[in-house]
T-cell receptor
């Protein structure tokens, strides 16, 4: 079974630029998550989708971050404009059901904002 | 590969010894807990979970212990191997329907 795919793996941008990350979850997984992992910390949930609807986006900085999951499969996370403090690894995860349980994580995208 | 974290608490163990990684969770209402393993350059990988109606659960070479009285969770790894070297995170949730909240992580270093 293929795992969660993410691209790009690495991205370096200057502050105030925009950037987008892509995630392809495991086939058949209804729930998709985006996490931000700052160096030295555990992942922090940004947004959770169930199919193509948003379940929880309470920790998403909506003035600069946006995410969509059109057609309930792939998802993109965008940052516009980026700030220095956005430097982190952005992890995508998916799970079969809707209740919290085993989540399968992708390898992440490491973003460096200069 | 990428380092998943610097300045994390570190546990160094000899290959073949048992490891115990501890976690203090924050929310007394949390009733679902998961341990994840994160190797350098990779996303977290599920190891084992436990619900609050249990105080112990065993997997293959791993055991999770839950002490709700003091809000403490531990992960025991038997016969630690070099492949166990990674950062380990505990995560908590309430009723399995709220987002997982991850702890800060512990780096396990296995000495061959």
């Amino acid at each position: 079974e293929a795992g969660v795919a993410q691209s790009p793996r690495y991205k370096i941008i200057e502050k105030r630029q925009s950037v987008a990350f892509w995630c392809n979850p495991i086939s058949g997984h209804a729930t998709l998550y985006w996490y931000q992992q700052i160096l030295g910390q555990g992942p922090k949930l940004l947004i959770q989708f169930q199919n193509n609807g948003v379940v929880d986006d309470s920790q998403l900085p909506k003035d600069r971050f946006s995410a969509e999951r059109l057609k309930g499969v792939d998802s993109t996370l965008k940052i516009q404009p980026a700030k220095l403090e956005d430097s982190a690894v952005y992890l995508c995860a998916s799970s079969l059901g809707t209740s919290t349980g085993e989540q399968f994580f992708g390898p992440g995208t490491r973003l460096t904002v200069l | 590969g990428e380092s998943v974290g610097l300045h994390l608490p570190t546990l160094s163990v000899q290959e073949g010894d048992n490891s115990i990684i501890n976690c203090a969770y924050s929310n007394s209402a949390s009733d679902y807990f998961i341990w994840y393993k994160q190797e350098s350059g990779k996303g977290p990988q599920f190891i084992i979970d436990i619900r609050s109606n249990m105080d112990k659960r065993q997997g293959q070479r791993v055991t999770v212990l839950l002490n709700k009285t003091v809000k403490h969770l531990s992960l025991q790894i038997a016969a630690t191997q070099p492949g166990d070297s990674a950062v380990y995170f505990c995560a908590e949730s309430y009723s399995g329907n709220t987002p997982l909240v991850f702890g800060k992580g512990t780096r396990l270093s296995v000495i061959a």
